[in-house]
């Protein structure tokens, strides 16, 4: 038995939260492809320190990790669905653009729409060809545009956060500041409101 199979035991083993932890912890510290499985199972383990390490692990082992992350996003539990979006997030592959574009748009769970949102305006586009590019930024753009106008403040709040990380695309500038202009005359949220001014600002800076 290798070590990180014996790491991967210690996981499945572990009877206590405590002891969870640790054990996901040493296995993430590993940095071994092999663990990637298991990583993303303890997202549903109801540990969010556990699910935290993982998260961080995974993260760590980068796009390596993004084809079983796809794979294996949790449809039944929201909470450890909002763990694999956080991380596809994190790691930025485009590969991920599909899955963070539906759930920015249409999951029920806050949670996942919110870092799907945030995830959209930083994936690595650059990793395209230019024709895809333009296409997945788009794609990307009218999803944030869309959601900017959400019921849900929070929503409302994770899509201005994207567009701002969007606006580092020249091309996008434009249409960006122009939605963020129209968020300052109509959102009634004074927190939305001052999140956009602080975007703005952010973008003159880095234009």
């Known amino acids: 038995m290798t070590n990180t199979q014996q790491l991967i035991r210690a996981v499945a083993e572990a009877d206590s939260p405590t002891q969870l932890l640790a054990a996901v912890q040493k296995l993430a510290a590993a940095k071994d492809e092999a663990a990637i499985a298991t990583l993303i199972a303890v997202f549903g383990y109801n540990n969010p320190a556990a699910a935290a390490a993982a998260v961080a ?102 899509a201005v956060v994207g567009l701002q990380a969007l606006a580092r695309i020249p091309e996008l500038q434009q249409p960006i500041q122009a939605k963020f202009t129209e968020i300052l005359a109509t959102d009634a949220e004074n927190t939305i409101r001052a999140r956009v001014r602080l975007a703005q600002k952010q973008v003159l800076v880095s234009s």
């Open 57 to 158: 692990g995974l993260i760590q082992l980068g796009e390596v990790a993004v084809p079983q992350l796809l794979a294996q996003i949790d449809d039944y539990n929201y909470g450890a669905r909002a763990y694999s979006i956080r991380t596809l997030a994190a790691i930025a592959d485009p590969r991920a653009l599909d899955v963070l574009l539906a759930s920015a748009a249409t999951d029920f769970a806050p949670s996942v729409r919110r870092a799907a949102a945030k995830g959209l305006g930083n994936l690595h586009f650059s990793k395209l060809d230019i024709i895809e590019r333009q296409k997945a930024q788009e794609k990307a753009l009218e999803t944030l545009m869309f959601i900017s106008q959400d019921a849900d403040w929070s929503i409302r709040y994770a």
